[in-house]
Each structure stands twice: as C-alpha cells, then as structure tokens.
C-alpha cells in the first residue's frame, strides 16, 4: 500500500480569525462536485458503521464451515471467506474499526500537535527549537515504519494502533500551526492585544487560535485518509485490530491466499479501503478550495 500518496495539506493564505459561518463554508464546499461526491460517500461510510448490527444479515464472526469460500450471490452478495463468515457483514463492522481509528488517532495528532505548534511558535527562542527538533526527529522515521515500531513495542492491539498512529501524525500539525502563528503574533490585532495587557494564554485562545483553524481542518481530513490506510497496513501485518474482530486490513491478509481461488475476499475490503481513502481526499480538496481566501470569488 503506498501510504506516501497520501498528500499532505497544501499551505492556506493566513486570513483574520473568522467567527464560524457554517453554512456559507458548507455553500463553498458544495460547488465542487468531487467534495460533494466525498461528503456523501463519508456520510453513507458512517451510516453504514452506526447501523451496522441492523444492516449486517449475518453475524461477522459466525463461523459456518459448510458455507466456506461460497462465491458472491445468493444469500451472501459479497460471497463467504475461509471461515463461512459472511463478508458483507465483515465489510460493515470493518467500517466501524476504520472510521473509530481515522478520528481518535487524527484526534491525539491534532490535540498534541496543535499545542505544541501554539507553544513553539507563540514562545519562539529555546521552547520553539527543543519543540522543533523533536518534530524533525519523528519526522525522520517513515510513518508507516515509525507506527509498526510503536505498535510493536506497545503490543498488538486496536488501541495501540490508533496510539502509535496519533504520535505518528503529531509533527505534522505541530510543524503547520507553528508556521500560521509565525505569521499570526505578528499581525497587529494581535498586537494591539499585547499591548493591552492580555495574557499570553488569553492572546493564543481569542486572537490566534481561530486564525490557524482553516489549514487544521484541510490537514485533519486528510491525515484521517491516511490514518484509515495505514490502520489497514497494520492490521495486514497483524499489529492491529486482532481477530475475530472484522477490520479491513485483516480481510486483505486472509485473502492473498486465496487470491486465484477466491478473489472476492479481498476484492471487498480492497475497494473499502480504496472508496474511503479517497472520498476524504476529495473531501479535503473541498475544505481547502472552501477555506482558502484566496480561491473564493
């Protein structure tokens, strides 16, 4: 899996901390049809992950042995893995665990990375270069090699999983806000509000916070992108989810070796994790386009 293609956000023109327009951005993100088409497969993925024990015909872990390696059709649409367990029913609960690793571990990596991009960039001298460093250590290790190692050290499991994947994306936040605050404690609200007498923390919250969000957003939506791609990679390896719970990743392991006999068990979850990695690319081509100042007429 090339988990390098996933693109990272591209930088957002610093603009005035905006108070919260809900629908005008959902205005902007809908005027591009690939956001649209992004926004509803995500909705659709979500609905599908809620509802899954409803959706689901057949129990995800239900062994059935005289049913193994049944085609596509019939009573099973997506066809049966080596077990008799009925793959659509995996498909569904897979969701699930992608969805919940994509938002908790995007969620350590934004809350981590976003203070420490605050504090470095606002304190600047020694704060900012220890700050840094560390970043650029983590950041020297691939992604994908870095999170095998923790999970390996941690222990194989869905928790250590969405942990090793939150440190993982931490730098890239930290290195972004640090970036927008730069440009932003030097703007002359900002400014004025020093001079006001305010507290540095006070300043960071109501004055610079809110002008870093656009480009968090963007980052966000595609570091969940990569968060659900590589959940799979380790789940492949079997540092991940572990059985019998359904996850993608571990689909794709069962069915390479039954990739002549029976292509359909890794045809599924393959188009799964394809389908979701890329809606929240489009999805974030949108915030961007949506957020960017520079691009709204």
Do not use: C
Not at 224 to 249: H, I, K, N, Y
Request: no cysteine.
């Amino acid at each position: 899996m090339a988990l390098d293609a996933v693109r990272p956000a591209p930088p957002l023109a610093v603009a005035a901390p905006a108070r919260g327009r809900p629908a005008v951005l959902l205005g902007r993100l809908l005027r591009g049809h690939l956001a649209k088409v992004g926004l509803l497969v995500i909705a659709t993925l979500v609905v599908a992950a809620v509802l899954a024990p409803a959706l689901a015909p057949y129990d995800p872990t239900e062994q059935r042995l005289e049913r193994m390696l049944q085609p596509p059709g019939g009573q099973h649409l997506l066809g049966t893995d080596d077990l008799g367990r009925d793959i659509l029913s995996r498909v569904l609960y897979g969701a699930r665990v992608s969805l919940l690793v994509g938002v908790l571990a995007v969620g350590i990596s934004l809350l981590a990375g976003v203070s420490l991009g605050l504090v470095a960039g606002y304190r600047g001298g020694w704060v900012d270069d220890v700050t840094m460093r560390v970043m650029d250590g983590l950041l020297a290790f691939p992604a994908l090699v870095l999170a095998l190692a923790i999970t390996a050290a941690l222990g194989p499991s869905l928790r250590n999983a969405m942990i090793a994947l939150g440190i993982v994306g931490i730098p890239g936040f930290a290195r972004l806000v640090r970036g927008q605050v730069l440009s932003l404690r030097a703007q002359e609200y900002v400014e004025a509000a020093r001079a006001a007498g305010l507290a540095d923390g006070r300043i960071v919250v109501r004055h610079i916070l809110p002008g870093t969000l656009a480009p968090i957003i963007v980052h966000a939506s595609l570091r969940v992108a990569f968060a659900v791609l590589a959940e799979a990679g380790l789940s492949f390896l079997g540092l991940g989810t572990q059985p019998p719970t359904p996850s993608w990743g571990s689909m794709l392991n069962t069915g390479r070796e039954y990739l002549e006999m029976a292509p359909w068990l890794s045809v599924a979850p393959g188009a799964a994790i394809f389908v979701t990695t890329l809606s929240f690319n489009f999805l974030g081509d949108g915030l961007r386009d949506a957020l960017d100042p520079r691009l709204r007429v």
